[in-house]
């Protein structure tokens, strides 16, 4: 008989009952999207790397290595030609390589490899954004070529010219590979222009060590460039940011759990409260409380069971695809399919009924272990009633102690905004912190261009030398990318003291950036290690001054100390930094960068979090609205006898308003004044760990216009759910004191 209210509580309450559905169908839609999506986007990927025997890492030499020389190597690590060569293509420029034997093979979308002489295979986001398909002809270097396929490439899924490239451009810079015969045409035309690099895969437990050793100790050779694939951004960016969506994620449904144990805690509190005589005379008409438990816990743990089913399929439909566009757009890897992992499943299955019982069967045990008799007529404290208000006007003392007598439900709704408001803020946050990390970098560099450059040339007008290497520092939860830059004292571009001091056992003592110091938790005079990237040779370090440099993570230490240091002489550079270009014919320059390319990378990272932002901004606005929504309605329900009353006395609408609504107003602005402040305090304690496998420092600064944007949409979500209300209280009848008359 008591499950016969079923379908008249959905047809009372519907709202209610949907608003619930959608915090747990949109908010969990977007975790389990956004995780379902990394996850299928991270074993594709691996599965790749399989497939295609990605290498443990690289090694160029300046001379090709003999095959004598590398057969002796045979039964300690597999060595296979690589070789390559940067061509002017029709658009832009395409690192050409020969066809792959059996380490790093391509993964073949569209087409086949070439065969031909005449052939070639482009990597595919570059054949998409320049419109090349199979069938299409390119010009690469002299030669006319025809597209026999696009894919990609196991070592190049981040599409980098140089490993310390700011970012990819691959509508300008991408991969390419032609048949054997068609690149030996190549190195016959070119011979100069060939980067003898080799793949290797290591055997019987061999190290990088021996690998390194193997290729520096070459006859008459020079190991120029020395990687290992689990330090190559080209292989392992795509996981980090991976990596950093399932972070907000996590952290967001860290806080949606909140958000619905207390939504759903609110809303069985009122719902008792509503039909305590309901429960008070079923109990006293024999009905057992198990069976009343049940009956109250049966709707609400269906509509959860609903939601988490709908979470699933909003995250598999929307969100998964949503959140990893992005990523795939800007990393080269194989299409691939979202599959919901079964921990996701179990989760959305089991945990919100779950938790809805565990709320719901505490509750109705407390309130149901009471005597009929208390249970229909439960003690009340008025707290506003002993309240002196004279002077103040008959509606501002009414609802003043209408305030204090529901202070435990202010209390509630203030905390209601709050939670939300976190949401709110974790996904600006994410934003506005990349926006204030542009404008950081944009005060921070002085200098226009950086030109890599081999050999001591001579230094043109204007430049100034310097010693630049990227290094790895072991962060809490990945390796760091940091950048030691050994400058001249007295730098033009620089601000820290760069006197040279030499090293003192070892150890050289370096200037810090206080985006490297804030980020790891560094200090004046801490020793710390870092490592080449290959991640054998490793060097200590001292911190002398903190000095404000925002670029990345970034030590400064005297050009003379960086050489003796990285390459054992005084008196070396592999860096000029100027004002104005130089003239390219007068050193020999391996690459060139400017300025511009820091805010480009800044860019490049915020347009890759860029729909996560827009998924979690517009979760939380949904979640922020339903929230605020069942918080009005479950204040205008209680209410609903004492608004009838007040109409029956006389009083006006507007004065009705005036009474619950404007008391409620103030409570509103009050909590989502004191939301946003507190709200920020949070994410910046969570920060660290969102952002943790980034090698810059984020900061969730938001500032005072990005304040104002968010209190603009929270109060206009108010004035539209006031303007609801409005409504909603003018439909009360005279009659519904009525109903609950003894």
Same mark, same amino acid.
């Given at each position: ?18 608003? &619930? =559905? ?58 296979? %030609? ?44 570059? #054949? ?30 981040? *599409? ?17 590979? *032609? ?8 190195? %016959? ?30 006859? !008459? ?114 299409? =691939? ?44 404290? #008025? ?33 209601? *905004? ?22 950081? &970098? ?10 890599? *450059? ?50 003192? !056992? ?60 990285? !390459? ?9 930094? @100027? ?29 890759? /979090? ?5 998924? /979690? ?7 922020? +609205? @339903? +929230? ?24 006006? #609408? ?6 619950? $609504? ?10 989502? $004044? ?15 760990? $969102? ?52």
């Amino acid at each position: 008989m008591l499950y016969k209210r079923y379908k008249r509580d959905i047809r009372h309450n519907f709202g209610m009952y949907l608003a &619930i =559905f959608i915090i747990l169908a949109i908010g969990l839609g977007t975790v389990f999207g956004g995780n379902a999506g990394d996850d299928s986007m991270i074993q594709t990927v691996e599965q790749f790397f399989d497939d295609a025997s990605l290498c443990d890492g690289s090694a160029a030499v300046l001379y090709p290595l003999s095959e004598d020389y590398i057969e002796k190597s045979s039964d300690r690590f597999l060595v296979e %030609e690589a070789f390559y060569t940067d061509m002017e293509a029709s658009v832009g420029t395409l690192r050409v390589f020969g066809s792959r034997k059996t380490i790093n093979t391509p993964y073949v979308e569209n087409g086949r490899l070439p065969e031909g002489d005449n052939e070639i295979f482009l990597e595919k986001h570059y #054949a998409e954004l320049n419109g090349y398909t199979c069938g299409s002809s390119i010009i690469a270097g002299e030669k006319k070529y025809t597209v026999s396929g696009t894919g990609c490439l196991p070592d190049y899924v981040y *599409v980098l010219k140089r490993i310390n490239d700011m970012s990819s451009h691959t509508a300008s810079f991408s991969t390419a590979i *032609v048949s054997e015969d068609a690149f030996s045409e190549i190195k %016959e035309e070119f011979p100069e222009k060939i980067i003898a690099n080799y793949f290797f895969i290591l055997k019987n437990n061999e190290t990088s060590e021996s690998v390194k050793e193997f290729f520096s100790s070459a006859e !008459n050779n020079i190991c120029t460039e020395f990687i290992n694939s689990d330090t190559n951004p080209r292989i392992t960016t795509y996981k980090e940011d991976c990596y950093i969506v399932k972070r907000a994620t996590f952290i967001f449904a860290v806080i949606l759990m909140i958000v619905i144990s207390y939504v759903m805690c609110v809303f069985l509190q009122n719902r008792i409260e509503r039909e305590r005589k309901y429960i008070g005379t079923l109990s006293a008409l024999g009905y057992r409380k198990r069976e009343l438990i049940f009956h109250y816990l049966g709707l609400p743990l269906i509509i959860s069971e609903a939601g988490g089913i709908g979470s699933l399929i909003a995250g598999y439909f929307i969100f998964s695809k949503m959140l990893t566009k992005d990523s795939t757009d800007l990393y080269s890897m194989p299409d =691939f399919k979202v599959s919901m992992p079964l921990y996701i499943i179990l989760f959305a299955i089991i945990v919100p009924p779950l938790i809805m019982l565990v709320i719901g069967t505490f509750m109705l045990t407390r309130k149901i272990a009471s005597t009929p008799n208390e249970i229909i007529k439960p003690k009340h404290r #008025a707290l506003g009633t002993k309240l002196k208000l004279s002077g103040l006007s008959y509606i501002t003392r009414y609802r003043t102690r209408q305030f204090f007598k529901e202070l435990t439900g202010n209390v509630v709704m203030i905390f209601g *905004v709050f939670i939300s408001t976190v949401l709110l803020i974790l996904g600006y946050s994410i934003y506005s912190s990349i926006k204030k990390y542009q404008s950081d &970098i944009d005060g921070t560099v002085k200098y226009k261009y950086m030109y890599y *450059v081999t050999g001591n040339d001579q230094v043109p007008e204007g430049a100034e030398k310097a010693e630049i290497h990227n290094l790895k520092y072991k962060g809490s939860i990945s390796d760091l990318d940091i950048t030691l830059f050994g400058i001249s004292e007295n730098s033009r571009f620089f601000t820290a003291d760069t006197a040279e001091r030499g090293a003192d !056992n070892d150890v050289y003592t370096v200037s810090v950036s206080d985006s490297f110091a804030e980020k790891c938790g560094i200090h004046e005079n801490d020793v710390f290690t870092v490592t080449d990237t290959s991640g054998i040779d490793e060097y200590t370090l001292k911190a002398g001054e903190i000095v404000p440099y925002s670029v990345g993570l970034s030590v400064f230490i005297n050009i003379n100390d960086a050489a003796l240091m990285i !390459n054992g002489e005084r008196d070396h550079y592999n860096t000029l930094l @100027t004002e104005n270009e130089i003239d390219k014919d007068s050193v020999n320059i391996l690459a060139a960068y400017t300025s511009e390319e820091y805010t480009e990378a800044a860019d490049s990272m915020l347009e890759s /979090l860029m729909l996560i932002i827009i998924a /979690l901004l517009g979760s939380a606005a949904i979640i922020f +609205v @339903t +929230v605020l929504f069942l918080m009005l309605k479950f204040m205008t329900d209680k209410a609903k006898n004492n608004i009838s009353l007040l109409k029956i006395l006389g009083y006006h #609408a507007n004065e009705v308003n005036k009474i619950y $609504l404007g008391g409620e107003t103030y409570i509103i602005i009050i909590a989502i $004044l004191l939301s946003l402040p507190l709200g920020t305090l949070v994410i910046k304690a969570l920060f660290p760990y $969102l952002t943790a496998g980034y090698s810059v420092r984020l900061d969730p600064g938001i500032t005072l216009s990005g304040y104002a944007i968010l209190a603009v949409f929270m109060f206009a979500a108010y004035a539209v759910l006031y303007i609801y209300l409005r409504f909603r209280l003018a439909g009360i009848s005279f009659t519904e004191i009525l109903k609950e008359r003894e």
